[in-house]
């Protein structure tokens, strides 16, 4: 039986890299992302993928999706949830409640109603079961400077994982996450830009080297005189 996986976020970055390389492991991928283009591009005519349009703050469009990958395939095998933005950026005093509506709605909301989905038709399907890998961010460990909104929902995230996998293991649907550090994709090119600054070096002239220290008395007499050391 050929495997079906659901990729959001699909037409860039980390999503796009993942849908590719489930096609390269025989797998069907739907490729869901906001944009027709990326989408079309990432999909580069394989045989085995499904290009579907998603806005994933939207319940109806999102349903919509997974009713059109069940309808073409019959069934759900993974769901790479990945898809997010890094939103406006700013600190708790600063961050309008607008922008950080707009980061919870996908980083959040959206992860919620594309595993809602995805566990809903694993439970009914033959054979049941499934996974779903949410990608969160090292932000759900440490987070960057003004970046309060996008810690917030990863770390948000990882209760969601949590809570998924605990309700789907009498339904043989697995959920796990991954937290990636930098990687250099359309959605982190922002980072490098707040990242703190480094201490410089000190400058003036650089302090002597440590001088070479004489044998010690016990590897000097362990050495025989006419036969010299290499050289360590």
């Known amino acids: ?132 890998i949410n990608n969160g961010s090292v932000s759900a460990q440490t987070p960057r400077p003004e970046t309060v909104a996008y810690a917030a929902t990863k770390h948000a995230l990882t209760g969601l994982t949590k809570s998924i996998a605990l309700d789907g293991r009498a339904h043989d649907i697995a959920c796990g996450q991954i937290d990636i550090g930098n990687a250099a994709t359309e959605l982190t090119a922002g980072f490098s830009a707040s990242a703190c600054p480094r201490p410089t070096a000190p400058s003036g002239p650089n302090p002597p080297s440590t001088p070479p220290t004489s044998p010690t008395p016990s590897s000097a007499s362990s050495a025989s005189p006419s036969t010299p050391t290499s050289p360590s």
């Not at 495997?3 to 739907?30: D, S």
């Not at 700013?90 to 919870?104: I, K, R, Y």
């Open 1 to 132: 039986m050929t495997k079906v996986a659901v990729v959001t976020g699909a037409g860039t970055g980390i999503g796009r890299q993942v849908a590719r390389a489930l096609l390269g492991e025989g797998y069907r991928v739907a490729l869901a992302g906001r944009r027709p283009e990326p989408l079309t591009e990432a999909a580069d005519g394989h045989a085995d993928a499904l290009t579907v349009p998603t806005d994933v703050t939207s319940p109806e469009s999102v349903e919509a999706l997974f009713t059109t990958v069940r309808e073409q395939w019959g069934r759900v095998d993974v769901l790479f949830n990945n898809a997010g933005t890094t939103g406006t950026r700013g600190s708790v005093d600063t961050l309008s409640v607008e922008d950080w509506q707009a980061v919870v709605d996908v980083n959040l909301t959206g992860m919620f109603l594309c595993a809602r989905q995805a566990v809903r038709i694993m439970k009914e399907q033959d054979p049941r079961g499934g996974r779903i």
